[in-house]
């Protein structure tokens, strides 16, 4: 028993290793926004399911695939973005409790149907998400593959963002 203990602890300190070059105070910095944008994307992904289960109007059919699909592509980006964390030593809290404690997102209007309306927060909250993990990303300016990670996800974010808007004009 005392033998897997030890497995588990030096398993456990070569997990936790920051990258060469990196000093465990800036890699916690850093997997602490990333660990918000985990929370944020989760949140935007719920949000794009609640809309898409519920939404009703004119629009439904376009409305209904666009949210089916921004859901799965903010999945996506929530995978690139622990897993980033993970690379550099850190973890990652990607519980529903988490996003709900840690996401700057307004809340999600639970009980809204209307097809406009639901675009509309949809957007609110996607601008929301973009200023939050853009402060995140100029906050990795020294580690510039945490930053690209960032750029990544913001430029499909700022897509997204075009095409609800483009929506609702």
Do not use: C
């Not at 936790?16 to 000093?23: T, V, Y």
């Not at 639970?110 to 309306?117: F, G, I, P, W």
């Not at 020294?142 to 808007?165: C, F, G, H, I, S």
């Amino acid at each position: 028993m005392a033998t897997r203990t030890v497995e588990t602890q030096e398993t456990a300190l070569l997990a936790a290793r920051s990258l060469p070059g990196l000093g465990a105070a800036e890699r916690d910095d850093l997997v602490s926004g990333l660990n918000e944008s985990v929370a944020i994307l989760t949140d935007l992904a719920i949000g794009y399911k609640q809309a898409h289960w519920n939404l009703v109007g004119r629009d439904f059919v376009q409305l209904h695939e666009l949210t089916d699909r921004l859901a799965a592509e903010a999945h996506t980006h929530t995978d690139t973005v622990a897993e980033r964390a993970l690379a550099l030593g850190g973890t990652v809290d990607g519980t529903l409790q988490a996003a709900a404690e840690t996401s700057p997102l307004p809340a999600f209007p639970r009980q809204e149907r209307d097809a406009t309306r639901l675009a509309e927060e949809l957007l609110r909250r996607l601008d929301a998400a973009v200023a939050a993990m853009r402060r995140s990303m100029d906050a990795a300016s020294e580690e510039p593959n945490t930053q690209d990670v960032y750029v990544e996800v913001l430029r499909a974010l700022e897509k997204d963002r075009w095409m609800l808007q483009a929506h609702l004009s």
